[in-house]
């Protein structure tokens, strides 16, 4: 075994850890487990000292007998022998409060919440610039993959002209179980909330808002933008049929839930969204809880990082990482430390983000129609005369007692304002039938 010499050296650092659930859990036996690796790589021994949790079972992280342990979160958070706090209790609030306040008394705080840094990040990392202590995040982006370390440093040389990301976890288990093992929604949603990769809210994974909070983050550090998640659009996969998923299939796509970040001429487009891939791009063979950011730079070309987006050891590997960091920042001078948002505070930008009436893509569309002559043609005069251009199309025969049938296509890239209004003029057509339904297509050509 190797014996890490620098643990002599200097006084370990002291954690506070608000959490003891399933990342809290991953933390403290990772932190056990290679304490000597970590003690070689950061310079000095990370002991959890103190730690708040409501519930907790000792059992599943190997005991408690080295640290204090309380049901007040702010105890840790004022308490003057901790250092570093690391925050996983998830939400808005009390979270904010606990940050804010840790950031306060001087401490370094570490933490996997992204729906705090979404939503309350400028606010939180201009009181930690003020106090000179860091906010690390890397947990709350795709779990255990260092794409904010990624992006933030790996990519420093780049424009990133745009990201692509299939970055929540449970979304994809659902799509990939629909699509590979024809099961049902409700179903392989239960599974994902046993195995602990649902939100606490699971709508938060389903309709997309959970994969919102991480691409505000990850467009903010790509484009050098302050945090927008009210800006970002937020569409879920609750409306995804297996009808489309074997349709998209014939085309030779897939469908993946994707959140999109893409530097403009005109402004950022920041979309999460069901969206169709093509099957021979590697992102596309994504499945289950993985995930898979795609990222293109004007200088690499396009990157892709993959790994596990949940989970309780992979997203503690992250929230250990930024520990390490922020220890062997320690004693460093705060002004000359990464920029939380990868450009310098003053520096950012103020490049509007787009409205999605603005974003130009491709579509697949579905419909239901009389099956009588001259619907199709009626539907194609429609988007011809819209300037939409039509890719593919498929029309199947109907079903023995059906008087409609399923009518699918692909157009080629246009406005999603123009889009808008050439549905719902075929919509308006007495030969459709109910909705049309729209599910964007995104190449993902470097
Ligand atoms: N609910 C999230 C997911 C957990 O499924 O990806 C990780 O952020």
Not at 24 to 47: D, F, K, P
Not at 81 to 96: C, F, K
Not at 174 to 191: C, N, P, Q, S
Not at 362 to 391: C, F, H, N, Q, T
Request: proline share 4%.
């Amino acid at each position: 075994m190797v014996v890490a010499k620098s643990d002599s050296k200097l006084k370990p650092v002291n954690v506070g850890l608000l959490g003891l659930g399933t990342v809290g859990g991953g933390t403290v036996s990772v932190l056990r487990r290679n304490a000597q690796e970590i003690v070689r790589r950061a310079g000095r021994g990370i002991h959890i000292t103190h730690a708040a949790a409501k519930q907790y079972d000792p059992a599943a992280f190997g005991g408690t007998d080295q640290m204090k342990i309380t049901d007040d979160a702010f105890a840790v958070v004022n308490d003057p022998d901790v250092q570093i706090v690391v925050e996983l209790i998830g939400g808005y609030s009390p979270a904010r409060e606990l940050v804010l306040q840790a950031i306060a008394n001087g401490k370094h705080v570490v933490t996997a919440n992204k729906a705090l840094i979404a939503r309350h990040g400028n606010e939180i990392f201009e009181a930690a610039q003020a106090r000179g202590v860091t906010v690390a995040f890397e947990a709350a982006v795709a779990g255990g993959i260092p794409i904010i370390k990624a992006l933030r440093e790996g990519l420093a040389a780049n424009q990133i002209e745009w990201v692509a990301g299939i970055i929540n976890g449970t979304g994809n288990f659902i799509l990939t179980e629909m699509a590979h093992k024809g099961r049902d929604f409700d179903d392989v949603l239960a599974e994902a909330q046993v195995l602990g990769y649902a939100e606490a809210d699971p709508t938060f994974d389903v309709e997309g808002i959970d994969a919102a909070h991480k691409l505000t983050i990850i467009g903010s550090i790509a484009f050098g933008i302050p945090l927008q998640f009210d800006k970002t659009y937020t569409e879920g996969i609750s409306r995804i049929t297996r009808a489309d998923v074997n349709y998209a299939a014939g085309f030779g796509y897939a469908i993946k839930h994707l959140g999109v970040a893409r530097q403009t001429s005109e402004g950022v487009e920041l979309r999460v969204h069901p969206t169709l891939i093509p099957e021979k791009r590697l992102i596309a063979n994504v499945d289950g809880v993985m995930n898979a950011v795609l990222v293109q730079g004007d200088a690499v070309g396009p990157t892709l990082y993959y790994g596990a987006g949940a989970g309780s050891e992979p997203t503690a590997s992250a929230v250990i990482a930024d520990i390490v960091d922020v220890v062997r920042a320690l004693t460093t001078d705060p002004k000359n430390r990464i920029p939380h948002l990868a450009f310098q505070p003053d520096e950012l930008s103020d490049h509007p983000v787009l409205p999605m009436e603005e974003v130009v893509t491709a579509y697949y569309l579905r419909m239901r129609v009389k099956d009588v002559p001259g619907v199709v043609a009626g539907i194609a005069g429609i988007l011809g005369d819209s300037g939409i251009s039509i890719e593919a199309m498929q029309q199947k025969e109907p079903e023995a007692g059906d008087t409609d049938v399923p009518v699918v296509m692909l157009t080629q890239r246009v406005k999603e304002g123009r889009m808008n209004r050439a549905i719902q003029q075929i919509e308006a057509l007495e030969s459709v039938c109910g909705q049309v339904a729209r599910i964007r297509v995104e190449h993902l050509a470097g």
